[in-house]
């Protein structure tokens, strides 16, 4: 699998795994992707979640992307670097996968948006897929 078709992987399977450590415990949660290519992995928070103060404590991180339908999982890890740019969390939030985000946005809970509404992005990460034919293969890592 070639850098590109873990991007298309990644695009065709948003949901995504990340995992995190606070202290000395991994942490991982459920997240949605905005976006993966060239550029990185782009993904969003809010800064009154535990998963940005990890992040700012440490941003070494893995996310894992799964493709059940062809038994294929991706594992990326890098790490992450904070995007405030606040013209590009306005195309965030217009695009039409992230409609959640309006009313939080306008007139929600997110006190003062940009400051509380964090962009992250994964940046030349260290990939690696699985499936059950390369099980017991020696990993081959990526650089995406």
Known sequence: MNKEEMFE?????PAFHLATIEGNRPHC?????FRADENGIIF????MKDVYKQ?????????????????????????????DDNAFKDEI?????????????ESGPLNNFYSTFKVFRLKSGAAIF?????????????TL
């Open 93 to 105: 939030c217009a695009h039409p996968s992230r409609g959640f985000l309006k009313p939080w946005r």
């Open 29 to 33: 949660r459920g997240m949605f992707l």
């Open 55 to 83: 992040i700012n404590e440490n941003p070494n991180v893995e996310l894992c992307f799964n493709d059940f339908k062809n038994n294929i999982q991706v594992r990326v890890s890098g790490q992450l670097e904070e995007v």
């Open 130 to 142: 699985w499936t059950m034919a390369t099980n017991f293969a020696p990993k081959v890592t990526i």
């Open 9 to 13: 992987l990644m695009k065709n399977n």
């Open 44 to 47: 969003h928070t809010g800064a």
